[in-house]
């Protein structure tokens, strides 16, 4: 494992011991501000458990986490369909997202469908696997956005040289599968060789820039959808203020920013699920007092569409390898070479976090490797990447839980969705899915754009708003690049006067007077972003 580098070296870690004391990357799913809602409501569970979660033998090293199989199972059940209900919604949306492209529009349930079963598929692996008991693993937030570039970037290749339907649709799944298990693959080769430690050294203010993006993009695609308008970039944004996306937006933009500031003024467990019961009955309950049928909904836009109801194991259809267009994979090779470090690192920012929480150190390679396995697994049953997610991993850690029948739990109730006999999200209105989308932006970007400043040096600050600017200019792969470089340039300008300061103190505490110790302040300040997610 390499040495990681000092705070005066890169702000991404300070030394705290022996664990790293970082801030998580948003995998979240839920976004960082649901992780409120569950405290109150742990805390309680948490005195009531025979087992704490900090209960460590405290050795020094990796270790992993005792599978306490006295948990009681009533509450592992409870906490199980919890979490269950509250990610389901969310994969539906980051389904949304992936297929957000106006042709995947008639085929949407299915490829919804295939989501939640790649959620499910990253559950069984993380409760298996994982040497954390109480891990919640999905399809998560820091791949989607490659994924759906790549969606987008083999739809127009494809139509350049003339695909149909099926052919296009065979090649996008198949190679977005594909990619996600040469991920995995990728993952286990950097756990196996123990070189997590180098995928670690992302500079913090390019991965607050890449984290507020990821706000921004789910934004967009939660309006986009709404406003039944296509928009692809910052440039088309004129389209959500003409009058009929403006009319269908509007809903879902303020529901999402209640459900935010609903979010952080009632810290309960069910004001996230109390929320989007409310916009389902809201929105049924003016079809009927105002004599609307779902048709007329369903027609103007309100709803997606009624697709024809196929048999579960049909899910699968559009992955026909005859039909495979297979000249318009090699040029996703770039995105997917950026989204597997993307990945990588996310995950063990996640780790890192947990580990922190548990009070000892974690093993990184093994849990990367965890997440490789999980990832080559959801490729071969066209799936989608994931990795751990850490609001839920830690709700379920302060509630004291630590048998695996939990995530079995979430498993199961996700299979069951995809069995349902009926395309669920035809029923669902696209301001229930834009809402939660738009929440779980106003917190990323909030939480990057606007109250990091709080907690990073000044310089950190601008490379993250400069590296913000470049995702949105040049996109995800050459935005990552661009901020490294920048972040590179202005360390190797300031080094020189870091290292004066740091000698002046030292020279100052010499002769006994008062100084600001420079490590000191910046651990302070990232355990204080720690706390912010916890």
Not at 2 to 7: G, M, V, Y
Not at 262 to 274: D, E, F, N
Not at 421 to 437: D, H, N, Q
Request: hydrophobic letters at 45%.
């Amino acid at each position: 494992m390499p040495h990681r580098p000092t705070s005066s070296q890169n702000s991404l870690y300070h030394e705290h011991g022996d664990i790293p004391t970082v801030h998580t990357s948003s995998n979240a799913t839920v976004s960082s501000a649901v992780i409120k809602d569950a405290e109150d409501a742990a805390n309680d569970a948490m005195q009531d458990s025979e087992v704490s979660p900090h209960e460590t033998d405290n050795k020094d090293g990796p270790q992993e986490v005792p599978i306490d199989e006295k948990t009681p199972l009533s509450m592992s059940i409870t906490y199980g369909i919890i979490n269950a209900v509250i990610l389901l919604p969310v994969m539906m949306s980051f389904g949304n997202i992936i297929y957000r492209d106006a042709f995947f529009t008639p085929y949407l349930s299915k490829l919804i469908k295939l989501t939640v079963l790649s959620s499910f598929v990253h559950q069984m692996s993380f409760s298996t696997f994982s040497g954390l008991p109480f891990a919640i693993g999905q399809v998560q937030d820091a791949g989607l956005i490659f994924l759906s570039a790549m969606a987008s970037s083999i739809i127009k290749k494809c139509k350049d040289q003339g695909c149909d339907d099926a052919s296009i649709l065979a090649t996008v799944t198949i190679g977005l599968s594909v990619c996600t298990s040469i991920l995995g693959a990728g993952l286990i080769i950097i756990g196996r060789l123990e070189l997590a430690g180098y995928i670690e050294y992302l500079p913090m203010p390019v991965i607050g820039g890449y984290l507020a993006f990821i706000g921004f993009f789910c934004g967009q695609s939660g309006l986009s959808m709404m406003g039944n308008v296509e928009v692809d970039r910052i440039f088309d944004w004129w389209k959500f203020v003409e009058f009929d996306a403006f009319i269908h937006l509007l809903p879902g933009l303020v529901g999402g920013c209640g459900i935010y500031i609903a979010i952080g003024k009632i810290r309960h467990i069910s004001v996230l699920p109390s929320c989007m019961v409310i916009i389902l009955v809201v929105f049924y309950a003016v079809l009927f007092f105002a004599d609307i049928p779902v048709v007329i909904a369903r027609e103007n836009k309100w709803l997606n569409d009624l697709q024809e109801q196929t048999p579960w194991y049909e899910t699968w259809a559009f992955l026909d390898f005859r039909k495979v267009v297979w000249g318009a994979l090699p040029s996703q090779i770039f995105a997917l070479l950026s989204m597997t470090v993307v990945v990588a690192l996310s995950s063990s920012l996640d780790v890192a976090a947990i580990g922190l929480e548990l009070g000892h150190p974690l093993d990184y390679n093994h849990e990367l490797k965890t997440v490789g396995f999980s990832n080559v697994i959801s490729g071969l049953t066209g799936g989608y990447t994931g990795s751990y997610i850490f609001s839920q991993s830690i709700m379920f850690l302060r509630a004291g839980i630590k048998s695996r029948v939990a995530g079995y739990i979430v498993a199961v109730i996700e299979l069951a969705s995809v069995l349902l006999p009926f395309p669920i999200i035809a029923y669902i209105p696209k301001i229930f899915f834009g809402s939660l989308l738009v929440m779980i932006a106003v917190d990323l970007l909030h939480e990057w754009l606007w109250a990091v400043r709080l907690k990073v040096s000044r310089l950190d600050y601008i490379i993250a708003l400069c590296t913000f600017a470049l995702f949105l200019l040049v996109g995800v792969e050459f935005g990552i690049l661009g901020g490294c470089v920048i972040h590179f340039i202005v360390m190797r300008c300031t080094q020189g006067k870091v290292e004066n300061n740091e000698c002046d103190a030292l020279l100052q505490d010499t002769n006994g007077n008062n100084s600001i110790n420079y490590d000191a302040t910046h651990e302070q300040n990232y355990t204080g972003m720690m706390k912010d997610i916890s």
